[in-house]
C-alpha cells in the first residue's frame, strides 16, 4: 500500500469525506427550515381533519347550492339578466364583487357537485397555507431593512412559529375554515398575504428581474384579493404602512413602487356604483350602493351599526383572549347613543390601542434590529384595527357580528399579542437561571397552543351536527328568530315535525317582518295535511319575500292541493316571473293547462 494510500483516511477524518461537509450542513438546515411548516400543517390537520362531512349552511344554500351560476359558469353572462337565473339582486351583487372566490365554488362544482369533502378540502388548504405565509411574514418583516443577528433572527424565526401555531388552532377561525362560504374570507387572506409578502421581497431582490416579478405577484394577488372579499380593499393601505414602518429608500423611489398599488383603490367602488347604476334599489345613494355591495337587506340605521361597532370590536378581542361562548348567530344588542358608558369605554378602547399602534410605527420605524419587537406590536395593532374597517365601521352588513369577520384581524393581533408576550417573558426570564427560560417558555406555547386546538377540535364536533348546533346556537340566542326556525328546520327535515312547529311559530312572533317563519310554518300545515291555514301563513310569506319564488311555489302547491286551481296557475306564473326556469313551476302550469287552466296575471308582482 501507498504512502499516499495510508495518509488520506487520516487527513480525512474518521467521518465524512471533506467535499461532503457542505452537503450534509445544507441537508440540517433544510430540515430545520422543514419542521415548522410540518408542524404548522399537523396542528392544522388535526384541528380540522374530522370536518370533512360538516353539511351546508345558512348562505352556503343561496350562494352555492341554490346558485345556478356556480353550476353553470356560462351563465355569468346571463347576470344583467338575473332575475331568469332564479337569483335575486343582492346575489348578483355579491358574484360580481367576489368573482374569484365564486369560480373556485364552481370549480368545486365542476368536480363533485355537492359532495361537501371537496369543498372543505379546499377551505382547509387554504387556511393551512394562511398560516405557512403568517409564519414567513412575521420572519421577513423585522429582517427588511436590517441585518439580524443570529441570536435575534433564532427568537424571530420561534416567535413566527408561535405566532402561527396560535392562529392555526384558535377556535374563532371555525366560522370561517368549517363555514364553507367562508371561502371568501379564507381566499382573500391568501391573497392579502401574499401581496404584502412579495412587495416587501421586491423591495430588496438584489436583481432587476427579481423586483419586477415580485411586484407583479404583488400586484395581481392585491387585485384578486379585493375580487375574492370587499375586506381586502384595505390592502393597498397596510402596503403603505408597511412600507414605511420596514422598508428602507428615498420619498421618490417610494412613492415609485407604492403608485400603482395604492391605483387599484379605485376598482372596488367602481364596481359598486357601476353595479348601482344597473339598480332600481340604490336611489342614486352612495351609502345605498355600498349596501347593495355587501347582501344588506334591512339593518340598523348607518349610524347605530356604527356606534355598536365599538362594542363588537372590543367582544372582538374578548373572543381572541378567552375563546369561549362561540356562537353560530349572535343575538348582539343595538346600540344607540354614544354616551352610553359601555359604548364610551369601548370607543376609548379602541382609540387608544389604534393610536398606540400608530405611535409605535412611526416613532420606530426604520431603527436597528433591537427594536423590531416594538414594532411588530405596533403593525400587529394597526393591522387588526384596520383590516376590521370593511366590516365594522359606516358601512352596514345584515348582522351585527360574525366570527368569521375576525379571520384576517386575528392576525394582527395574534401577532401583537404574542410579541407582547415574548418581551414579558425575556424581561422575567432576564432574573431566572438561563436553563429556566427556554422550557418555561415552551410550556407555556405547547399549553397555548394544546388548549386552543382541543377547543377547536370540540368547536368543529359541534358542527358536524346540524341539530346539536343549532341547539347550542338557540341556547346562546334564545330570543333572535333565525336560531330557532334553523333548529325547527332540522327537526322537520328529521321528520319530528311536533318538535318544529312551536319553534316555527315562536320564530314568527320574534320577527314577524321576516318571510321564512310563515313559509316554514305553511310547509308543516301542508305536512299536516292542513291547506287552508297553510294559504294563510304562504299568502302572508309571499306579501313578506320581496320576490323570493320559494314562497309562491309553496304557495302554488297550497291551492292545488285545496283544489283552487286559478289561483295555483296564478300563483305558479309567479314563480316564473321571478325565476324563469324552475323546473316545478313549468310542469305544473302545463298540468293545468291540460284541464283547460291559464294564469290569468302576467308577471304582476
Avoid at 275 to 298: H, I, Q, R, V
Avoid at 536 to 557: F, K, M, T
Wanted: hydrophobic share 45%; aromatic share 12%.
Amino acid at each position: 500500500m501507498s504512502e499516499t494510500a495510508t495518509k488520506t483516511p487520516l487527513t480525512a477524518g474518521p467521518s465524512s469525506p471533506p467535499h461532503l461537509l457542505p452537503t450534509l450542513a445544507e441537508s440540517g438546515r433544510s430540515r430545520q427550515k422543514l419542521f415548522p411548516l410540518l408542524l404548522i400543517f399537523a396542528v392544522g390537520l388535526v384541528c380540522y381533519a374530522h370536518t370533512f362531512a360538516v353539511p351546508f349552511y345558512f348562505d352556503d344554500i343561496s350562494c352555492i347550492v341554490n346558485n345556478p351560476v356556480v353550476h353553470d359558469l356560462s351563465k355569468l353572462l346571463r347576470l344583467g339578466d338575473y332575475g331568469q337565473l332564479g337569483i335575486n339582486e343582492d346575489i348578483r351583487n355579491n358574484i360580481v364583487t367576489r368573482i374569484v372566490t365564486y369560480l373556485t365554488f364552481a370549480a368545486n362544482y365542476r368536480l363533485h357537485g355537492l359532495n361537501v369533502g371537496g369543498y372543505h378540502l379546499v377551505n382547509l388548504l387554504l387556511h393551512l397555507c394562511n398560516a405557512i405565509l403568517v409564519y414567513q411574514l412575521v420572519r421577513f418583516l423585522p429582517r427588511t431593512d436590517a441585518e439580524a443577528n443570529p441570536e435575534t433572527t433564532v427568537r424571530i424565526d420561534r416567535l413566527a412559529l408561535v405566532i402561527a401555531l396560535l392562529f392555526v388552532a384558535h377556535p374563532v377561525q371555525t366560522n370561517a375554515v368549517t363555514y364553507i362560504v367562508q371561502r371568501f374570507s379564507l381566499l382573500a387572506t391568501c391573497f392579502y398575504l401574499t401581496a404584502l409578502l412579495a412587495y416587501g421581497q421586491s423591495a430588496i431582490a438584489a436583481s432587476c428581474r427579481s423586483r419586477r416579478t415580485l411586484y407583479g405577484i404583488a400586484f395581481v394577488t392585491t387585485i384578486l384579493a379585493m375580487y375574492s372579499k370587499e375586506i381586502a380593499f384595505t390592502l393597498p393601505v397596510m402596503i403603505v404602512l408597511y412600507d414605511l414602518a420596514f422598508l428602507s429608500g428615498g420619498r421618490r423611489a417610494r412613492l415609485k413602487r407604492m403608485a400603482p398599488i395604492l391605483a387599484t383603490l379605485i376598482l372596488l367602488p367602481a364596481t359598486v356604483l357601476t353595479l348601482s347604476f344597473f339598480s332600481t334599489n340604490t336611489g342614486g345613494s352612495l351609502g345605498n350602493a355600498l349596501d347593495l355591495a355587501t347582501l344588506s337587506g334591512e339593518p340598523v340605521s348607518r349610524s347605530d351599526y356604527f356606534i355598536t361597532q365599538w362594542r363588537v370590536i372590543v367582544t372582538y378581542m374578548r373572543l381572541l383572549l378567552l375563546p369561549v361562548g362561540l356562537n353560530l348567530d349572535y343575538d348582539y344588542p343595538v346600540y344607540t347613543s354614544l354616551f352610553h358608558w359601555k359604548v364610551l369605554l369601548s370607543g376609548l378602547l379602541v382609540g387608544a390601542l389604534s393610536l398606540t399602534g400608530l405611535a409605535m410605527l412611526y416613532q420606530h420605524s426604520g431603527r436597528k434590529e433591537s427594536d423590531f419587537s416594538i414594532r411588530l406590536i405596533g403593525f400587529g395593532l394597526v393591522w387588526f384595527f384596520l383590516t376590521l374597517v370593511m366590516e365594522s365601521s359606516f358601512i352596514r352588513l345584515d348582522d351585527i357580528l360574525f366570527e368569521y369577520r375576525l379571520y384576517l384581524p386575528s392576525i394582527g393581533f395574534i401577532v401583537a399579542a404574542a410579541t407582547l408576550g415574548d418581551r414579558g417573558i425575556m424581561a422575567l426570564t432576564t432574573s431566572w437561571p438561563r436553563s429556566w427560560g427556554r422550557p418555561a417558555a415552551f410550556i407555556v406555547c405547547v399549553t397555548l397552543v394544546g388548549s386552543l386546538g382541543i377547543t377547536t377540535i370540540m368547536r368543529n364536533q359541534l358542527w358536524r351536527d346540524p341539530l346539536r348546533l343549532w341547539q347550542d346556537t338557540v341556547n346562546k340566542s334564545p330570543w333572535k328568530s333565525r336560531p330557532l326556525g334553523n333548529l325547527a328546520n332540522e327537526y322537520g327535515m328529521q321528520g319530528r315535525f311536533a318538535e318544529a312547529f312551536p319553534l316555527f311559530a315562536k320564530a314568527k312572533t320574534l320577527d314577524p317582518k321576516s318571510w321564512i317563519p310563515p313559509y316554514q310554518l305553511g310547509q308543516i300545515y301542508l305536512v299536516f295535511n292542513q291547506p287552508a291555514q297553510a294559504i294563510d301563513e304562504l299568502q302572508l310569506s309571499v306579501q313578506l319575500s320581496a320576490g323570493q319564488y320559494p314562497a309562491w311555489r309553496a304557495l302554488g302547491y297550497a291551492y292545488l292541493q285545496e283544489g283552487r286551481l286559478q289561483e295555483a296557475a296564478n300563483a305558479y306564473q309567479q314563480v316564473l316571473f321571478l325565476n324563469h326556469d324552475d323546473p316545478d313551476a313549468l310542469q305544473e302550469i302545463e298540468e293545468l293547462r291540460k284541464h283547460g287552466v291559464f294564469p290569468t296575471i302576467l308577471f304582476q308582482y
